[in-house]
């Protein structure tokens, strides 16, 4: 029994050590490699580009997503506003941002059919083979389609690229901390699975997809909690390669209660589980080889949330019971070194970040509490949504657009966004 809670002890304290050191080498080697400063014209010139932007009950935020799109820099666009039925004026508000831009149309349901298939009605109705896909209360940087369609023309095989979120709203404590999560977690794991061609999701935020390719796999699922998690792996599955491109910024408002952020975690958890319950038996054929280090690594994630949880729970009943008070000491000893961990991963990041990305002092401030919390998060909603998920699978029910809106459309400019040092 004893030597079970060694090796348990032993591979909670390890993972968080192994899995920083594989990001922040990934993430060094990615800017020495694969990051350009400035994006390369592809051959033929600049091919037409689709921009989708779904939208239900948005009229809050849609019209600066409408504007940031409509001010890329960029030869020929299209901007498609999909608005799924929605019950207030995201319509209008819509038309009236576009102020008549010939380039933009926005497309209008009285059905409310769910995002996902918002945007598989979008990738039809498109008009060029290259399509970004962008959120209603997002805002592209007038660079960032270019920045997204130079990656892409890099590789034949690539057939989607995820650009790189920056957070606005960062007046509060917990965007703040969120912040940090996208540049010291999110950035560097994209960086480090683009350097293997097989970024683990394109995410909704800000990606672009050579349309054909979405439309052979089947387009978005319905059905699945995270569409754009599934999506990404089915691209991969089919043989595609996924790129990353962090100059192709796009900022985004993350949730700023902890109800919001409860939400959104749990959709996360669960739309995870949910893929590793349809995908991962298929991921170990031989086949599929090149995947094994991406299923590999969300399989240990979900084992470390939950043997992280079970060691507390036993490390707290030993010294309760006074059984073992050396399993205390290990565990101050393994937080101190932790925290240097996460200090280097941080500095890292940070220093990846820098061009793009100029933090302010309130994110800084909580970098000590940052990984604590972090970790505690994501093990909560593990446990409480991604373990049933994986036996479980989807809903058999279509998602619909279940996610608390907040109205944070002018905490952007309360909290300002970052300072770009942006290329191009």
Known sequence: MKTALDVLLLFVALYPVVTAALWVSGGIMFKLIDERAHEEVPAGGWPGVTVLIPAYNEEAVIAGSVRA???????VLEVLVLDDGSKDETARVARDAAAGDARCEVVRDDVNRGKAERLNIGFTRARHDLVVVTDADAHLHPHAVRHLVARLHRSPMVAAVAGGPFVTNRAYLISALQV???????????????LTGRVGVVAGVCGLFRRDAVLAVGGYDDKMATEDIDLTWRLL?????????????????VPTTVKALWAQRKRWARGQGEVLHKYLTTT???????????SFESVLSLLWCVALVVSLVLAVLNVVLGHDLGSFAFGLA???????????QLLVAMWLRYRYDHWGPRSLLVASIYPAIFWIASAVATLHSQLRAVFTGPREKRVVWDVPREQVGTAATAGGPPVAAQPG
């Open 284 to 294: 170990l054929r031989w086949r599929h080889h090149k995947m094994w280090l991406l």
């Open 334 to 344: 393994w937080g101190v070194a932790i925290s240097v961990v996460a200090t280097v």
């Open 237 to 253: 599955l089919a043989g595609w390669h996924t790129a990353y491109a962090p100059e192709a910024l796009v900022g985004m408002e």
């Open 69 to 75: 799109a409509l001010a890329s820099d960029y030869p």
């Open 180 to 194: 940090l999560e996208a540049a010291a977690v999110i950035g560097l794991i994209r960086r480090t699975q683009s």
